[in-house]
Nanobody
Framework: QIQLRESGGASVRAGGSLTLSCAASGRIWSSTCIGWFRQASGKEREGVAAIYTGGGSTHYADFLNGRFTISQNKEKDTVYLQMNNVNVDDTGTYYC????????????????????WGQGTLVTVSS
């Protein structure tokens, strides 16, 4: 069983930067995919970025246009989401998720059925 805990959510001005952290514990296999989803008020949850803990390969949502970077510190079992040049559309609750079967070529970002979810951390971007 995997437990996930997000941190780093804050209020930030448009154009600014923010780094979210996802600390993982429990049975984390080398084939695990850990990633970020977000949900704005009144909208569906959507995948943002994911990383394969084994080889470090990454996957990103098309709408990011290179603004976010996902990375991991395997010694700390922590996954980060570096958010640059944020805009008001990035506002929402960001959730960390994990799937022990891997990222499935990025399909991880399109499915809401995951092995574990965190409680979420709120990001608010103001203009």
């Amino acid at each position: 069983q995997i437990q996930l805990r997000e941190s780093g959510g804050a209020s930030v001005r448009a154009g600014g930067s923010l780094t979210l952290s996802c600390a993982a514990s429990g049975r984390i296999w080398s084939s695990t995919c850990i990633g970020w989803f977000r949900q704005a008020s009144g909208k569906e949850r959507e995948g943002v970025a994911a990383i394969y803990t084994g080889g470090g390969s990454t996957h990103y949502a098309d709408f990011l246009n290179g603004r976010f970077t996902i990375s991991q510190n395997k010694e700390k079992d922590t996954v980060y989401l570096q958010m640059n040049n944020v805009n008001v559309d990035d506002t929402g609750t960001y959730y960390c998720a994990a799937n022990i079967q891997g990222c499935a070529g990025g399909y991880f970002l399109k499915q809401l059925s995951q092995d574990a979810w965190g409680q979420g951390t709120l990001v608010t971007v103001s203009s």
